[in-house]
């Protein structure tokens, strides 16, 4: 009889802090990876209050778990009480998956690693030589075009209702690099025909997430061309007004949820120190999907 992890003495804790975190399907995902691998590892959400940040991290040291995520709004606050950062998480300056390795809290972002294999394994295709819109210049475009640039695309356009952070974003991209990144304005005139011939269309922008269903970051007179693939990071709904305007024209569209997943599957490789393989990550997305 299999015997749950939690119930096992030697069992170790993973967690999740954030506000809100009932929503989360990290839970179910962590805790359905350690039924898979057999590892006895147990994850559980905590809402953390904010101005409580501190005492929860001091309180995660304090009884050794294994490791933790991070999710909004903690992100870029919970650095001041790490040890470390390492990789994309120093890069990006925001943490979403937290390591105890030996009483020392080493931070990690999986975040844009999780878009870019989720893009390559659904598309069949990169970025290379590609000309691509990215809509938005949040934290989420951020992590997304950072990855975009080290494969060497043709052209970047990074679009955003405030003209000022697609701004800052572009240059930071193009800092040293030799990466053509344009900023524009969501409503300027030339978005339309840019839109219209770029390879590749990603919405990042919090626009057409549940509740707000019936917003697109796009007017509706905007039309995209049956040629390109068009991907929103939103997993809720599974199909925003944004994508189903995208599949009427033809295109090959596609939602956040693999990219959920892959950024879940990558913090636990980092926690577990092992990486799954190609048939239990389909194992796993497949079994996620079932459920969500
Ligand atoms: P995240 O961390 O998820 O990227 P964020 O950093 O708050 O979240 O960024 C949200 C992005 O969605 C921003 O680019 C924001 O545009 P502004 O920079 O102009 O605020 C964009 N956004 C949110 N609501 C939007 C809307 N109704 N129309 C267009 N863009 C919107």
């Known amino acids: 009889m299999d015997i749950a992890a939690h119930t096992i003495g030697r069992s170790q804790v993973l967690c999740l802090i954030g506000n809100p975190v009932a929503h989360s399907i990290s839970p179910q995902l962590h805790n359905t990876l350690s ?56 890069v990006f300056g925001a943490v979403n998956t937290v390591l105890n390795e030996k009483g020392r809290l080493i931070g990690y972002n999986t975040d844009g690693e999780g878009f870019l294999r989720a893009f390559e394994q659904e598309t069949c295709t990169s970025f290379r030589d590609k000309e691509i819109v990215v809509l938005g210049a949040g934290g989420s475009a951020r992590s997304i075009s950072l990855k975009i640039c080290s494969q060497k695309p043709k052209k970047l356009y990074i679009v955003n209702r405030t003209i000022d952070k697609a701004i800052k974003l572009a240059q930071a991209l193009s800092t040293g690099s030799s990466i053509n990144v344009e900023a524009k304005l969501l ?106």
């Open 35 to 90: 039924m898979m691998t057999q590892n006895e590892l147990t994850y559980v959400p905590f809402k953390v209050e904010s101005g409580e940040l501190e005492k929860a991290i001091d309180g995660l040291r304090a009884l050794n778990v294994k490791g933790f995520n991070i999710t909004v709004p903690y992100k870029e606050d919970v650095i001041s009480y790490l040890d470390e950062c390492t990789g994309d998480a120093k």
């Open 187 to 292: 409503t300027d005139n030339s978005i339309k025909k840019i839109l219209e011939k770029v390879d590749i269309v990603i919405n990042t922008t919090t626009c057409g997430m549940f509740p707000e269903i019936d917003n697109s970051p796009l007017d509706d007179s905007i039309i995209f061309s049956s040629k390109q693939i068009v991907y929103d990071i939103i997993y809720n709904p599974k199909e925003t007004k944004f994508l189903k305007s995208a599949e009427k024209a033809g295109c090959r569209t596609f939602n956040g949820l693999n990219m959920l997943l892959w950024q879940g599957i990558l913090a636990y490789e980092i926690w577990t120190g092992t990486r799954l393989n190609e048939v239990e990550i389909s194992d796993v997305i497949g079994r996620m999907k079932n459920i969500l």
